[in-house]
């Protein structure tokens, strides 16, 4: 008596497509016979759970199988791989369904109907940089980018215009030849049409034979703003072109931001620094920053920036608003603008003079960094001295 078929799987008979696939999954990898060595009781028991699997994966014999038993499939449990294999092929579109084309072609499990049926053409790679003003304002650029596409004068067939391809002799237009090892049928893509299942008897001079050609093809580009290095547009259909009428494949656009001389990037935020004079860091004023000039900015590349009396080197001025937009556009980052104190140098006898006298009226509270390193230094010493003395 036949084995109940959720039996065999291991599953229950509410069991949904998803369950019953990983149920096949694991057990026809577990069971296969290329797995283990050919045993006899592994092909055995890989040749139940396919027959399983084969007929409760299709929902109507699944119906049929749930009301009349194995009767209702194959009138009384019969084998679905006929006297010597023969019907290994619709193991072979199990195993293509359930683990992929890549996984089932090891096996000999894709058929020469898709091998030889339309393909979609190759994604392509292409790296832009642009400049951080464009990725600031977004941009629109024109790319070349090098693609295949039909052949115009064959039209893509590969044939001299006027004729045809003809039937591939070895596969007879499968695309894929069949062998027999013992027990099991391999299939492998037939080495004569190299799995076109079709040749080419007088090929086209243009493309000699490929239907296709290589070409640069330009494109408008849409950069949107606030890019970032690293950033990938997606160009749906506008890969390579397809092989036997398929379709095109896409096209990644790969961005990279050429560093700028003035700021560097920080998420959203720009950063530049600017020197102060001396006296403004001590008087305190107004300089300008630089900031990159878009809607936002009104139409000015300068950014008034207001420097506190007793600034120093580091100190940093945020204006917000003024970075970088995020691709979304609903927010902004900031400007951080980096102060850096620049000291005077070339100067004349007279200006020596008048920072003499400054030095010299200048008292402990007005520097005090300078006051708490001498302390600090004072008592370094000190105990450097004090252990050698000792």
């Given at each position: 008596?036949?084995?109940?078929?959720?039996?065999?799987?291991?599953?229950?008979?509410?069991?949904?497509?998803?369950?019953?696939?990983?149920?096949?999954?694991?057990?026809?990898?577990?069971?296969?016979?290329?797995?283990?060595?050919?045993?006899?009781?592994?092909?055995?028991?890989?040749?139940?759970?396919?027959?399983?699997?084969?007929?409760?994966?299709?929902?109507?014999?699944?119906?049929?199988?749930?009301?009349?038993?194995?009767?209702?499939?194959?009138?009384?449990?019969?084998?679905?791989?006929?006297?010597?294999?023969?019907?290994?092929?619709?193991?072979?579109?199990?195993?293509?369904?359930?683990?992929?084309?890549?996984?089932?072609?090891?096996?000999?499990?894709?058929?020469?109907?898709?091998?030889?049926?339309?393909?979609?053409?190759?994604?392509?790679?292409?790296?832009?940089?642009?400049?951080?003003?464009?990725?600031?304002?977004?941009?629109?650029?024109?790319?070349?980018?090098?693609?295949?596409?039909?052949?115009?004068?064959?039209?893509?067939?590969?044939?001299?215009?006027?004729?045809?391809?003809?039937?591939?002799?070895?596969?007879?237009?499968?695309?894929?030849?069949?062998?027999?090892?013992?027990?099991?049928?391999?299939?492998?893509?037939?080495?004569?049409?190299?799995?076109?299942?079709?040749?080419?008897?007088?090929?086209?001079?243009?493309?000699h034979g490929h239907g296709q050609v290589r070409k640069n093809r330009?494109?408008?580009?849409?950069?949107?703003?606030?890019?970032?290095?690293?950033?990938?547009?997606?160009?749906?259909?506008?890969?390579?072109?397809?092989?036997?009428?398929?379709?095109?494949?896409?096209?990644?656009?790969?961005?990279?931001?050429?560093?700028?001389?003035?700021?560097?990037?920080?998420?959203?935020?720009?950063?530049?620094?600017?020197?102060?004079?001396?006296?403004?860091?001590?008087?305190?004023?107004?300089?300008?920053?630089?900031?990159?000039?878009?809607?936002?900015?009104?139409?000015?590349?300068?950014?008034?920036?207001?420097?506190?009396?007793?600034?120093?080197?580091?100190?940093?001025?945020?204006?917000?608003?003024?970075?970088?937009?995020?691709?979304?556009?609903?927010?902004?980052?900031?400007?951080?603008?980096?102060?850096?104190?620049?000291?005077?140098?070339?100067?004349?006898?007279?200006?020596?003079?008048?920072?003499?006298?400054?030095?010299?009226?200048?008292?402990?509270?007005?520097?005090?960094?300078?006051?708490?390193?001498?302390?600090?230094?004072?008592?370094?010493?000190?105990?450097?001295?004090?252990?050698?003395?000792?």
């Amino acid at each position: 008596m036949a084995r109940d078929y959720y039996e065999i799987l291991g599953v229950e008979r509410t069991v949904d497509a998803a369950g019953l696939k990983s149920a096949y999954r694991k057990l026809a990898m577990q069971h296969h016979p290329d797995r283990n060595g050919g045993c006899e009781d592994s092909m055995a028991r890989f040749k139940e759970i396919s027959e399983a699997y084969s007929v409760l994966s299709d929902d109507q014999k699944r119906a049929a199988y749930d009301r009349f038993g194995h009767a209702g499939v194959n009138g009384g449990g019969g084998n679905p791989f006929g006297a010597g294999g023969a019907g290994f092929a619709d193991v072979n579109d199990i195993f293509s369904q359930v683990f992929g084309e890549a996984f089932g072609d090891v096996f000999g499990g894709r058929t020469g109907r898709s091998q030889a049926g339309p393909r979609r053409g190759s994604d392509l790679r292409y790296d832009l940089e642009i400049t951080l003003e464009q990725a600031y304002k977004g941009a629109d650029v024109e790319i070349a980018v090098p693609t295949t596409a039909a052949c115009e004068t064959c039209e893509g067939s590969g044939a001299r215009p006027g004729t045809k391809p003809v039937t591939c002799t070895t596969c007879q237009g499968a695309g894929r030849v069949r062998t027999a090892n013992g027990f099991f049928q391999v299939e492998r893509t037939c080495p004569r049409c190299g799995g076109q299942g079709q040749m080419i008897a007088e090929p086209c001079g243009t493309c000699h034979g490929h239907g296709q050609v290589r070409k640069n093809r330009k494109l408008q580009l849409k950069v949107p703003a606030g890019v970032d290095d690293g950033s990938r547009i997606r160009l749906s259909g506008e890969g390579d072109a397809g092989q036997r009428g398929g379709p095109r494949g896409d096209l990644y656009v790969f961005i990279s931001v050429t560093p700028h001389e003035l700021f560097e990037r920080d998420n959203l935020d720009l950063l530049v620094t600017v020197p102060v004079p001396m006296t403004v860091a001590a008087l305190g004023g107004e300089i300008d920053a630089p900031c990159l000039v878009s809607d936002a900015c009104d139409g000015r590349c300068k950014q008034p920036v207001t420097v506190p009396a007793g600034a120093q080197t580091g100190k940093t001025v945020r204006i917000k608003g003024k970075g970088m937009p995020h691709l979304n556009g609903r927010q902004r980052g900031d400007l951080v603008v980096e102060l850096f104190v620049e000291t005077p140098t070339d100067l004349t006898p007279h200006q020596k003079e008048l920072l003499q006298e400054l030095a010299a009226s200048l008292g402990e509270s007005q520097t005090p960094r300078n006051t708490s390193f001498a302390g600090k230094a004072k008592r370094f010493w000190a105990d450097i001295l004090g252990e050698t003395a000792q």
